[in-house]
């Protein structure tokens, strides 16, 4: 009989219990070229304006401020990966920003062709390499949940304007900023004078295609709504998956329980039964604490157990027949160093649609 995993079980704890506050503080990567840098590529750490680094060009330092305003919060760090002028790619950054955890990247000035290249990094990232980042592009439609498709340009703010390449420092910022249990649809930018106009039918019509928009309410400049590029949905990916909010909390939810299970299980238990319960438990107790915390629904029933049909698939490709096993004695057979978990959750979104009807 196995003793539990007092450990890991409050290492979930704790990393639930602190969710909000995490994902509320978000981290920006900024690449920007300088000439300020001759080789290579320079990262520096910025946690307010006192911190940018002096020789940059005014330019550079205006993107690296206009992302710490953040949102509801300002980001917890904006990193800077700055590479020569005359850099001609971002090949350099990208290989140091694969070592760096970040939240949303974006790269101020880009060209059409570097934000496709850098569209697919992303990609690869997320569905390959099992990194959850972000990067916020102009006028990039991935039809991908890692991809926000910023679109709004001629952004007036001061005396200056805006192209949506220049000001997706500010977007990435602000969303990084953005606590986990709101949204930042109809978020204000109270520095942005005006943008161009458009009709609620045009507006419709850019959300629908995956476009990441601002308008003007008459009064403020605010978000039309926070979606991402995904527009093709799919059994595996649905309607959800569209929303940058519910896209953030499933990669905390991911970043947070494979880290906490490399850092405090793997390799250091026997995969007995009784230990996959264990985690199945600790993994159980950090929903609830996302409950708590009105991330996830509560009044659904948010679980968590060993996936009975993948175990099966492993055990008869290993020449086991199962067909004389009931469910527990699949669930209690022995998968060597495999684990198969199998999550069923319902993440809360915020209040965005509203409707009243009076009767008089």
Not at 67 to 96: D, F, Q, R
Not at 242 to 247: D, E, F, H, Q
Not at 276 to 291: N, P, Q, T, W, Y
């Amino acid at each position: 009989m196995s003793f539990g995993l007092p450990q890991i079980l409050i290492s979930f704890k704790s990393k639930a219990a602190s969710a909000i506050n995490r994902g509320s503080r978000g981290i920006v990567a900024l690449v920007l070229k300088d000439a300020s840098v001759s080789t290579g590529v320079s990262v520096k750490e910025v946690n307010d304006i006192t911190q940018i680094p002096a020789g940059l060009t005014a330019g550079n330092k205006d993107y690296i401020e206009k992302a710490l305003i953040g949102g509801a919060k300002p980001p917890k760090k904006v990193i800077t990966l700055t590479l020569p002028a005359a850099a001609a790619n971002y090949n350099s950054a990208l290989n140091e920003l694969e070592t760096r955890k970040f939240d949303y990247l974006a790269i101020p000035g880009i060209t059409a062709a570097d934000a496709a290249t850098i569209a697919n990094w992303v990609k690869t990232q997320r569905d390959t390499k099992d990194i959850k980042v972000k990067a916020v592009l102009p006028d990039t439609g991935a039809d991908h949940e890692g991809i926000i498709n910023f679109t709004t340009t001629n952004i007036e703010v001061g005396g200056k304007t805006y192209t949506a390449s220049e000001y997706c420092a500010r977007i990435a910022g602000l969303l990084a900023g953005t606590p986990l249990n709101i949204s930042a649809t109809f978020w204000p930018l109270p520095e942005v004078v005006n943008v161009p106009r458009m009709t609620r039918d045009d507006y419709d019509a850019a959300i629908a295609a995956g476009k990441f928009v601002l308008y003007h309410d008459g009064e403020k400049v605010k978000v039309a709504r926070a979606v991402n590029s995904l527009v093709t949905t799919t059994a595996d990916k649905g309607e959800d998956f569209k929303k940058i909010k519910i896209v953030d909390i499933m990669d905390l939810r991911h970043d947070d329980i494979k880290n906490t299970i490399e850092d405090s299980y793997i390799g250091k238990y026997p995969n007995s039964y009784d230990n996959k319960l264990l985690l199945v438990s600790a993994i159980k107790a950090f929903d609830e604490g996302l409950e708590k915390d009105g991330l996830l629904d509560p009044a659904f029933n948010n679980n968590t157990g060993i996936d009975v049909v993948t175990q099966k698939t492993y055990l008869e490709g290993l020449g086991v027949s199962t067909s004389g096993m009931n469910e527990q004695q699949i669930k209690e057979a022995n998968t060597h160093d495999k684990v198969f978990l199998l999550s069923n959750i319902k993440i809360l979104d915020a209040i965005e649609d509203f409707k009243l009807t009076t009767i008089i």
